[in-house]
């Protein structure tokens, strides 16, 4: 997540006043560069038109100008009127299948975006009237070597603007929705859709440290695998927003972009940044993002983001089965140094007894802030947020050990988080309910009660809050507080709240949730120069993921070959199936109707899967392809489960239902 206005202010300052503390300082060195990628099969010449329009064709009635660029100087411009074109055409050195999108804001109906392969139209949009900016794809479009692809953009009634042309690579999974309520299909396709759309082509060239002060950035460099993860108008992926769109970016098989995304992060927590990662790295997943950092002692950093990145790690390991994350010291590294010294460095100001959490400065961002929530003042040392991440990176540094087979280093960490999450319960938390429960501590060791935003909702998201009647009345606090006059402005934040209330098992809020960011993606964002609100890279992501992982309940674990489903099918909807759900090597298709009956089939793969079916409540009976079993009940956070665990292999078609 990026920074909001107010944060805008403090970052401007600093910026000022910076060069004169810094002027003698060393750039950062967070690590060697991996080699550059190759070309990209599929270059545009000049996407934002900063060369004058190199490389494009022009119509009378058309041209470049500087009087309203979406990033950078220039655009491209099409005046009203009927037969005017800006267009270009490239040849592909490579297969591969594309997505290509454009910023463009319109002074009426009628335009069209066009795409054609080797002079036949393949994909077409008419243009709506929008004076702002928005962005607009068109792809899937399939390519081979020596195919000629044309991109055109045609009048309409009113003045057309074009800028900043993007080429992506068409995600490795495709995953489709049906369902008996049109709505969730067409939500998820849109997300879809949006969010392969902020996936970089590796070898592309791009411009390096672009934002709001320095629109055409600092340079150009090759991007490498990434994606977009933060504001629209800057050139760069933020370690909060990347973490959380993580899940929808594994849901979309895009493992080589998580991987080499987290190592690029991990690579930069270096002693020298006390074992902070950078708060945002350029797309060439190597340098800072400048208007973030400054030197190695000023820069950007939230306590809950290392912590963060350590769980993300393990799920992009569960969803990818890559043994990268076991194997590679910088990533390794990153894990032992974040839930060891990175939280005995920054622990100091409150007396915890015999647990250690990590706190921030209460000085701001640039000096090392506790939570998450950037629009509030209180000088935090401890906060609920940072809490519950260290609480799930102790998690996941267990399973990741496990796996690695240290297993005294897992067993160690498993006593490290159920001894925070003991205290946090007893201890940290207070004894109050609802408003009265605390979310964090200040500098001089007052508690804080009443709502904190990030701080209040992820405590019940990383499951830090014991179930019962406490975590219940503070998840029926949060809801009516996000609806209140505190709710956060920034559509971004709102994304967190399905994620709150699916990890409650509270469908029928996650959806309503859900369904209200969706509905939302067309409003303007508070970043005037952000675009629209499902410009949001975020948005799309989290959409994705709350779909397959949260209504569909898909926790997968593709090294140990095991695959465990859930529905938490909201109110009303009657049955919800996704094809291509890829996990490891293997493709699923999964239905469930209602919470009673599941059905998975194995369509592509090399080995069997283990499938644990789960279905809430204690039933009676199961049944497994119509044939009886007794039922086995589990109790998971204080729910309980009837399960059924079967092996599924590949071709296979397996159907579960309790009785």
């Known amino acids: 997540m990026t920074r909001t206005r107010t944060t805008l202010l403090l970052a401007a300052a600093l910026a000022f006043l910076a060069p004169l503390a810094t002027a003698h300082a060393d750039p950062v060195r967070p690590s060697a560069p991996a080699p550059a990628p190759a070309p990209a099969p599929l270059a545009v010449t000049d996407p934002g038109f900063e060369q004058g329009g ?18 950078g100087s220039r655009l491209a411009y099409l005046d009203a009127g009927s037969g005017m074109t800006v267009s270009q055409t490239v040849t592909a050195t490579g297969h591969g299948s594309y997505l290509v999108s454009a910023w463009i804001a319109t002074g009426g109906p009628g335009g069209r975006y066009t795409l054609r392969v080797n002079g036949a139209a393949v994909a077409e949009h008419t243009l709506p009237a929008a004076a702002n900016y928005r962005r607009h794809t068109l792809g899937r479009i399939t390519l081979a070597p020596g195919d000629r692809l044309e ?12 800028d900043d042309v993007m080429v992506s690579p068409a995600a490795p999974a495709d995953p489709r929705i049906s369902s008996s309520d049109p709505e ?22 791009g411009p390096l440290n672009a934002d709001e002060r320095q629109t055409g950035g600092t340079g150009t460099g090759v991007y490498a695998p990434s994606y977009w993860a933060g504001y629209a108008n800057r050139s760069g992926s933020y370690s909060r927003d990347m973490a959380h769109q993580l899940a929808g970016a594994g849901v979309l098989g895009l493992h080589t972009e998580n991987r080499e995304m987290l ?58 089965g890559d043994p990268a994350y076991l194997d590679d010291p910088a990533l390794w590294e990153f894990y032992r140094h974040t839930t060891d010294e990175f939280v005995t460095l920054h622990d100091g100001q409150k007396d915890n007894g015999p647990v250690k959490v990590a706190e921030g400065t209460g000085h701001g961002i640039f000096q090392g802030t506790a939570s998450y929530n950037e629009q509030s003042d209180e000088p935090l040392a401890e906060a609920g947020d940072a809490i519950g991440s260290q609480y799930q990176a102790y998690r996941a540094m267990a399973a990741l050990a496990r796996a690695k087979g240290e297993h005294a280093t897992a067993a160690r960490f498993e006593r490290r988080a159920r001894d925070l999450r003991a205290y946090y319960n007893s201890t940290w938390s207070g004894t109050g309910s609802g408003a009265d429960m605390v979310r964090g501590y200040t500098t001089d060791g007052r508690a804080l009660t009443g709502w904190g935003k990030e701080n209040s909702w992820f405590m019940p998201m990383k499951g830090i809050v014991d179930p019962g009647a406490r975590r219940e009345a503070y998840l029926d606090y949060i809801d009516a507080q996000a ?21 409650g098992n509270r469908t029928d809020t996650a959806w309503k949730w859900m369904r209200h960011v969706y509905a939302q993606k067309d409003v303007q964002h508070v970043n005037s120069r952000q675009g629209t609100n499902g410009d949001y890279p975020e948005v799309s992501f989290t959409l994705v993921a709350q779909t397959v992982q949260g209504l569909m309940g898909v926790t997968p674990n593709a ?50 899967y283990t499938w644990e079916a789960r279905f809430p409540g204690a039933h009676a009976a199961v049944a497994v392809d119509g044939v009886r079993r007794p039922a086995r009940t589990e109790v998971v956070d204080g729910v309980t489960y009837t399960v059924v665990r079967t092996r599924v292999a590949p071709g296979r078609t397996v159907t579960v239902e309790v009785r």
């Open 151 to 162: 991109l055109a953009f045609t009048s309409g009634q009113g003045w057309i603007n074009v």
């Open 559 to 608: 090294p140990a070959r095991t695959l465990t489903t859930q529905p938490r099918l909201p109110s009303g909807m009657d049955w919800l199936s996704v094809e291509d759900l890829r996990i490891g090597d293997s493709a699923f298709t999964l239905r469930h109707d209602a919470d009673r009956r599941s059905t998975l089939t194995h369509t592509t793969g090399t080995r069997a």
């Open 54 to 71: 190199a490389g494009w064709e022009f119509t009378a009635g058309t041209g470049v100008a500087v009087n309203n660029p979406h990033a």
């Open 483 to 503: 609806e209140g006059p505190g709710r956060p402005d920034n559509i971004e934040a709102l994304t967190y709240l399905p994620d709150t209330f699916l990890a």
């Open 263 to 320: 190592r690029a992060f991990a690579a930069s927590a270096t002693a020298e940044h006390a074992y902070y990662p950078v708060w945002a790295l350029n797309f060439d997943n190597h340098t800072p993002l400048s208007i973030d950092y400054r030197s190695p002692s000023l820069f950007v950093r939230e306590v809950p983001a290392p912590f963060e990145l350590v769980q993300k790690a393990e799920e992009a390991y569960r969803w990818s």
């Open 184 to 205: 969730i299909v067409a939500m998820f396709d849109w997300a879809k859709g949006k969010a392969n759309s902020w996936v970089h082509l590796p070898g592309t060239q």
